[in-house]
Each structure stands twice: as C-alpha cells, then as structure tokens.
C-alpha cells in the first residue's frame, strides 16, 4: 500500500506550471500576484523545491484557487455545466 502512494505522488511543481500555462502566464506574473519574491520563485522551480504551506498558499491566493482546488483540480470543475467550464477557463485567462 505504501508503495502505491509513492508511485503516485503529487508533483506539487508540475502543478504550478499546469495552471500557469492554463492562464498563459510568466513566473514572474505568478510571483507578482502571489507576493511572492520572484527569485523565490525561480529558485524552487529550477532546483525542484516543493514549496513550503505559507508558499503554496500565497500561491493558490495568486492563482485565485483554494488549495484544495491546487490537489485535486478535477473537483471544481466537475459540477460545472459545459458553458460554466467554458466561462471559467475564459476568466482565469484573463490578465490581472
């Protein structure tokens, strides 16, 4: 059981750029809106540094999501009509 959970572990990292690749944006905006140095930012993404929780929540604040919303991303949307999913995906494209 244990191995299972290893096999499948959540790559917090992957997720970060999933969701800022969804709204076309820079880590540098990321950082901009989470209030977030951007050399912290740089530097756990190019050294593969799991963000710490008081990170990962400025994060998620920037992306506009809750963490919940960060680890299981299929939730949210789940409930969603087809054009509600439409009309989400169209505001978290939008700039700041």
Known sequence: MEKDFYMNEFDSLDRIRQLCEER???????AKVSGIAYSTLSTMINKQNAPSLPTLQKLCHGF?????DF?????SSSSLTEEQAECLSLFTSLSP
């Not at 506009?64 to 919940?68: A, D, E, F, M, R």
């Not at 680890?71 to 939730?75: N, Q, Y």
């Open 24 to 30: 076309n944006w820079s880590y540098y905006q990321l």
């Open 71 to 75: 680890f299981e991303p299929d939730r």
């Open 64 to 68: 506009g999501i809750s963490i919940t």
